[in-house]
């Protein structure tokens, strides 16, 4: 493994609009990383970027936005390109798959 991927902390948390009954997609951190951009290694760039993904009832991806950067862009594209390509365990509403939001901060950390 790459000594330089990432400190990665993945946290799914209920978003502001989330609703009782209902339950944020999820995915498996371990087996979905990114890579460090070499522009930002080169230039030593940290930072953690915190996105929001909807997930659709399938587990796949259908949008995605940056909700808070890390303070460069290329890591946060980075993040949003590789989380956007994982699968994900679809969230539930009232006990029901459902197309959900859900969040994930994934750090970046040299």
Known sequence: MNKHLIGFIAATLLSGAAFAGETPAV???????????K?????E???????????SASGEVLDSKVEKSSGFKNLDKAAIKAISACKF?????????AQTWTRVDYAWAL
């Open 45 to 55: 760039e940290q930072g953690t970027v915190s996105m929001s993904f909807l997930v």
């Open 27 to 37: 995915f498996d951190a371990k087996n979905c990383k990114a890579d460090y951009p």
């Open 39 to 43: 522009a930002s290694l080169l230039n």
């Open 89 to 97: 365990k679809p969230g539930t509403k009232d006990g029901a798959v």
